[in-house]
């Protein structure tokens, strides 16, 4: 079994940075697609951005051009970096990995935008 382990999280001020990490253990993520989601209070889990094996990035509109996935297969880690961030970002964020037969989730790092 894959163990996802999100890190990185914190507390900032609107406009400022964070670069969240993903590791994996136990298995590879080599060719598997890595998303990351987020949710917040309330709210339902939402897509935040994806990268597939070939390194083919997507993102959700509220985060394009504010936000870069990338990903280092050797270090079996996804990375999200989050520029100008703002208090509607304030969320718990979760790493997922994808296979033809599962969705594995890690257990979350959370992110607090101050106004």
């Known amino acids: 079994d894959v163990y996802l382990a999100e890190s990185g999280g914190g507390s900032v001020q609107a406009g400022g940075s964070l670069r969240l990490s993903c590791v994996a253990s136990g298995e590879s993520i080599r060719m598997y697609d890595m998303s990351w989601y987020r949710q917040a209070p309330g709210k339902n889990r939402e897509f935040v951005s994806g990268?597939?094996?070939?390194?083919?990035?997507r993102y959700a509109e509220s985060v394009k051009g504010r936000f870069t996935i990338s990903r280092d297969d050797a270090k079996n880690t996804v990375y999200l970096q989050m520029n100008s961030l703002k208090p509607e970002d304030t969320s718990m964020y979760y790493c997922k990995r994808s296979t033809s037969r599962t969705n594995d989730w890690g257990q979350g790092t959370q992110v607090t935008v101050s106004s």
């Open positions: 990268i597939d094996g070939f390194k083919t990035a």
